[in-house]
């Protein structure tokens, strides 16, 4: 998109002053009738504060919370709206889609028929599974191997792609590394329901709900139990970047019965299923699942990234070691949702989170602090003061990005810093934008330089000035600041801007054929949403990511050679690809702009 285009969107059909994001729910005005629940003593006191602080910053429609120690549940809560338009208030009874915590249930299961002695984890999966479509050349993928996330498959989000021939390729040797895999979950669930005789929404309920008394909790997310949730919110606009403080809108619904994250809670059974793990696999009326079965399940079997930085993964849950306690921890995160679980199995106490929303964070600052101030409390110590809320506007070297940046036919963009806030200068008004990680940013101001992030890139700091990175919208590839020159070059998707300290090639050779691939893609799935391929600096992209030629029209996503995720242009039809297929979803060409 030109800069004459964004400008006459910007400043003929709206003004910028009337249009920066401010937040949606809970403005000023409406903070104090924010709904949230009595709160007794100074742990939940301090909590509701922070609580309130959190949805404020973060636009948090509403939200659920339960607490517990490894006797009894401690509180549930509820707080803001679980339908903003009748002003419905969250309460204790309101169903929240729990995501990937689901693993965690498919991992118990397992581990429960491996008591039983129906399940060999070191088996491989088409021993069991013989007809599932994939394509192992690396080696066996055992049932172990899917637990840990270690298989070497592509994160699709099932696994049937259509067609008898189609198959899901390994992109490593199982157990080399650790990638995260909705799609071995997906297989997890079915191997559940073979080896049980049963549907997964039956299965789990038996072996699980039922005797952990999880009478509220539904196996599947479906139309059935729509009245009993709360109503999930996402971007008003999905094919724009989406600012902190941005415009929602209720999602669409949702039919879910992949064992990936198809769970839907309330607050108070998930402090029963939290306390059963502080208790090791004990539940109210006996094990389950064996005190070895258990110890498996919180084993660090790998390093998880993801995670943390020393977090690891068990099987269906991330293990952790925080203030010199064991953690078990996941987020998981939906269309229309994210949760947070955080199990403290030395400190003796655990939390859950959900907020009916998905705006690309998790509720794990609230989880985590929960945790903390009830672990205080037990022991007798002060409590923590509350994280500090950071400014998605503040980004400390702000003045970094602020210079002139010009492309090869003169246009040029502008940033401007003040303090610790970046802006886009345009026709003499400012546009804050937002900090969104790495030397990204995105616009605030609803609809306008909204179809890009500003990604900028930096010179090396070996002085070598002519080696630059590719700018990316998610960061990867890009040096921190302690490692990185100045920063000499911003992109706004295919537009290239460089500074008066640019000194690196100006010029690319581009395959011919990325111009068919280059365009607009939709997926007709809620999962999906748009695509945006387009050519920078001789490189293809897809939503502000390179990608990596394998041959032909298959391309890797991610940086690393063992990535197995891959994104394929197909029916090329008049110059132009009319589908891509994106971790084995299919996407089509739209012409929209």
């Not at 403005?27 to 924010?34: E, K, N, V």
């Not at 049937?160 to 799609?183: K, S």
């Not at 030397?439 to 000035?465: L, M, Q, W």
């Not at 921190?480 to 295919?494: N, T």
Request: proline residues 6%; contains cysteine.
């Amino acid at each position: 998109m030109s800069i004459e285009r964004m400008s006459r969107r910007l400043f003929v059909t709206r003004s910028a002053e009337a249009v920066l994001a401010t937040p949606l729910f809970w403005t000023a005005a409406m903070r104090p009738a924010m709904p949230r629940p009595p709160a007794a003593t100074p742990v939940e006191k301090g909590l509701d504060n922070y609580i309130a602080d959190y949805m404020t910053a973060m636009n948090a429609p509403g939200m659920t919370l339960g607490l517990t120690d490894n006797s009894k549940t401690l509180r549930t809560a509820g707080y803001g709206f679980a339908d903003v338009d009748k002003h419905i208030a969250v309460n204790e009874r309101h169903l929240f889609q729990i995501g990937s915590i689901t693993k965690s249930f498919v991992a118990l299961v397992l581990l429960q028929m491996h008591d039983e002695g129906k399940l060999d984890l070191q088996m491989p999966v088409l021993d069991y599974l013989p007809q599932l479509p994939i394509d192992s050349h690396f080696g066996p993928i055992t049932v172990h191997h899917l637990l840990t996330h270690t298989s070497g498959l592509p994160d699709n989000l099932g696994i049937f792609l259509g067609g008898a021939e189609a198959r899901i390729v390994q992109g490593f040797t199982p157990g080399e590394h650790f990638h995260y895999c909705n799609t071995g979950f997906d297989m997890l669930g079915l191997l559940a329901e073979k080896l049980d005789g049963r549907p997964w929404r039956e299965c789990v309920r038996a072996r699980i709900f039922v005797p952990l008394e999880m009478t509220q909790t539904t196996g599947v997310i479906s139309t059935a139990a729509r009245g009993r949730t709360a109503i999930g919110y996402w971007p008003f606009w999905d094919e724009q970047v989406y600012p902190r403080q941005g415009r929602l809108s209720p999602a669409p619904n949702l039919v879910m019965d992949n064992a990936a994250g198809c769970i839907a809670s309330t607050p108070g059974d998930m402090a029963r299923y939290a306390r059963m793990l502080l208790n090791r696999g004990q539940g109210p009326h006996g094990r389950i699942v064996s005190e070895q079965s258990f110890a498996l399940m919180s084993t660090p079997h790998i390093k998880a990234p993801d995670f943390s930085d020393t977090a690891s993964y068990g099987y269906g849950i991330a293990v952790d070691t925080l203030d010199g306690h064991k953690i078990l921890r996941h987020t998981g995160g939906m269309i229309a949702f994210a949760s947070s679980i955080h199990v403290d199995l030395d400190g003796g106490v655990a939390a859950f989170a959900s907020i009916n929303a998905m705006q690309g964070y998790r509720p794990t600052a609230v989880t985590q602090y929960a945790v903390g101030l009830l672990r205080a409390e037990r022991e007798g110590k002060s409590l923590p003061a509350s994280p500090q809320m950071q400014n998605p506007l503040n980004v400390d070297n702000a003045s970094d990005y602020a210079g002139t940046f010009t492309d090869s036919n003169e246009r040029k963009l502008e940033f401007a810093a003040e303090g610790k806030q970046l802006f886009l200068v345009d026709e003499g008004k400012r546009i804050p934008l937002q900090h969104t990680g790495g030397n990204n940013f995105i616009s605030t101001v609803e609809g306008v330089f909204a179809d890009h992030p500003y990604a900028f890139g930096r010179a090396r700091s070996s002085g070598a000035k002519s080696e630059t990175q590719t700018p990316s919208a998610s960061g990867a590839g890009i040096e921190s600041r302690e490692k990185a020159g100045p920063v000499v070059e911003v992109s706004y998707g295919s537009d290239w801007y460089l500074n008066a300290t640019y000194s690196g090639p100006r010029s690319f050779t581009t395959p011919k054929e990325y111009g068919a691939f280059a365009g607009r893609y939709r997926s007709e799935s809620a999962w999906g949403g748009d695509a945006l391929a387009y050519v920078l600096k001789g490189q293809l992209m897809l939503n502000g990511d390179k990608l990596h030629r394998i041959g032909g029209s298959l391309f890797r996503l991610g940086n690393e050679e063992w990535m197995p995720d891959t994104a394929e242009f197909l029916s090329v039809f008049e110059g132009k690809a009319r589908i891509v297929r994106i971790a084995g979803m299919d996407f089509w060409r739209v012409e929209i702009d």
